[in-house]
C-alpha cells in the first residue's frame, strides 16, 4: 500500500480497456495506486491480446498504423484519466502518462508538436507526457511545461540526465508562473532494474555484491532532486520489475520506499509488495555511502559513463523497436 503518511506513491505500470472497465476502479477505491504509467510496449500487448480493441479497430479501416494507434491510446488514457480524476482534484497524484513517439527523441520542435496534440486530443488536465531524456526532450519539457502541460522524463539513467530535466521542468515551470499556467508537475523517471541485469554477473566475477548499483544510481538522484526542494518535481522509480527468482518480486519497491516520490510498476509486483506489508522507509542512503559504491566500482574497472551511455541508447532502441513492432501489427488489422 502506498504510504500517505510520507507522500510515498505507488502508480500502475499498467493499461489494457477491459481492465480500465472495473478493475482499475477497484484498485483506485482501495487506495493501493494512485496513478498509472504506459508506453508503446505496453500498449502493444494490450492492443494484440486483448479483444477489446477490435470493435474500434474495424471502424478505423484506412488509416495509417500511428493513426490507428493514437486512437485508440487516446480513447484508453482519457478513460484512465477520467477514473483517476478524484486523486488528481484532491491533490493526491492522479496523473497517467502517454509517450510521444520515440522515433522522435532528437526532434525537439515535432515533440513539441505532438505532445500538443496529443493533450489537446485527450482534453483530461491529469495527463502526463512522457518525453525520453535526450538534449532534444530536454528542451521540450521545458517548453511544454510553461504550456501547463505536466511532464514525465523517462529513461533516465545518469545523474547528469537527471539533473538536465530538473534544470528543464524548473525552467519550464518558472516560465508557466509567470505566464499565468494552471497546475503542472514532472516527473523524473529513474530506470533501476536494467542496470543490475547488464552488470551483476561482471560484479559477481570481481567479488561485489550484486543487486545494488541500480539501487544506489537511483538513491544518488533522489537525493540530488530532494536536496532541491521543489514540490512539484519528484523523482518516480521505474523499471522495478524483477525478472527470474533471484530477487524478491518486491525488491525494487521495498529497496526504494522514499518521502515525495513514486514507484511506477507492474500489478503482480505491487501485489508482491502488498503481500509483505512492509511499510518501512528505505531512502535516503547517506551520499557518502553511495559515493563509496561507485568509486568501488571504478577502481574495479567498471565506467560508470560508459555504462549510463549504453544503457540510455538501448533504451531508447528498445522503445522504439517497440513502437515500430505495434505499428506493424496495426498494420494488418
Known amino acids: 500500500m502506498a504510504n500517505r503518511d510520507i507522500g510515498f506513491s ?8 477491459d481492465y480500465l472497465k472495473e478493475e482499475f476502479g477497484k484498485l483506485l477505491e482501495r487506495g493501493v495506486v494512485s496513478g498509472a504509467t504506459s508506453n508503446p510496449a505496453i500498449f502493444a500487448s494490450a492492443i494484440s491480446k486483448s479483444p477489446a480493441y477490435q470493435e474500434q479497430l474495424k471502424s478505423l479501416k484506412g488509416k495509417s498504423p500511428k493513426e490507428k494507434y493514437e486512437a485508440l491510446a487516446i480513447e484508453d488514457i482519457k478513460r484512465a484519466a477520467q477514473l483517476l480524476r ?3 482534484d484532491k491533490c493526491n497524484d492522479g496523473y497517467i502518462s502517454i509517450e510521444v ?10 515533440t513539441v508538436d505532438e505532445a ?9 488536465p491529469n495527463v502526463m507526457i512522457k ?3 535526450t538534449q532534444a526532450g530536454y528542451e521540450a519539457m521545458s517548453e511544454l511545461m510553461a504550456d501547463g502541460i505536466s511532464i514525465n522524463a523517462t529513461l533516465v539513467f545518469s545523474p547528469k540526465q537527471a539533473k538536465q530535466c530538473f534544470t528543464a521542468m524548473t525552467k519550464g515551470i518558472a516560465k508557466g508562473e509567470v505566464d499565468g499556467s494552471c497546475r503542472v508537475e514532472g516527473v523524473i523517471s529513474v530506470f533501476v532494474s536494467r542496470f543490475d541485469r547488464l552488470l551483476d554477473d ?4 570481481n567479488g561485489i555484491t550484486p543487486h545494488k548499483t541500480g539501487i544506489y544510481n537511483a538513491a544518488k538522484i533522489y537525493n540530488m532532486i530532494e536536496n532541491s526542494d521543489v514540490s512539484n518535481i519528484r523523482t518516480l522509480f521505474a523499471s522495478t520489475s524483477v525478472k527470474g527468482d533471484n530477487l524478491p518480486a518486491d ?26 506489508k512492509n511499510q518501512n522507509i528505505a531512502l535516503p542512503i547517506d551520499d557518502t555511502i553511495i559515493n563509496g559504491y561507485f568509486i568501488n566500482l571504478e577502481d574495479n574497472g567498471f565506467n560508470m559513463e560508459e555504462i549510463y551511455k549504453e544503457l540510455l541508447v538501448d533504451g531508447l532502441k528498445a522503445f522504439e523497436d517497440a513502437f515500430n513492432d505495434m505499428l506493424k501489427g496495426l498494420e494488418e488489422k
Open 251 to 276: 525488491y525494487y519497491v521495498t529497496e526504494l520506499v522514499a518521502p515525495h516520490s513514486i514507484n511506477t510498476t507492474p500489478l503482480n509486483t505491487i501485489n508482491a509488495y502488498l503481500d509483505t
Open 116 to 124: 500538443r496534440r496529443l493533450f489537446k486530443a485527450i482534453g483530461e
Open 202 to 205: 561482471e560484479l559477481e566475477q
Open 131 to 133: 518525453i525520453p531524456a
Open 101 to 110: 513517439d520515440p522515433s522522435l527523441s532528437n526532434d525537439t520542435k515535432a
Open 86 to 88: 478524484p486523486c488528481y
Open 10 to 17: 505507488l502508480w500502475l505500470d499498467f493499461i489494457e480497456r
